[in-house]
């Protein structure tokens, strides 16, 4: 079984490498839907809906395209690589919209900027 470390991944945004990446994180669900009658003895469900989130950590970076890119509302084409872009590499690909941008700075640290996206229609998940 293949384990990866966190330092090999990476973030493209409409194409372009987004800098200074700390994490991210990919959330894939999906809805049941009850078909339960009278008379079932147990409650019973069928496959609903899928949906997707994503959200992105950043050391906040403004000669970035890509993080200039990722305005709340922006529609856009992401790109996860969790174990880097090899060939062979896995990797979730998708349209977003970009639901929420949080920037954050203290005397002590370094300014740091957080993205949350909604998928839209589906996610693909392939390989390089």
Known sequence: MATHAGSEGLVKVGGNTLAEV?????DISGEVIEDTSMGDSFRSYKAGLGSYTASVECF?????????????????????????AAS?????????????KSVTSSFDGMVEVAFTAQGTGGITETTV
């Open 22 to 26: 700390r994490s991210f994180t990919l």
């Open 60 to 84: 906040f970076d403004e000669t970035d395209t890509a993080q200039n890119a990722l305005d709340v509302g922006s529609s856009l084409t992401l790109e996860l690589y969790p174990e880097g």
């Open 88 to 100: 062979g590499d896995t990797y979730f690909t998708g349209t977003v919209i970009v639901t929420g």
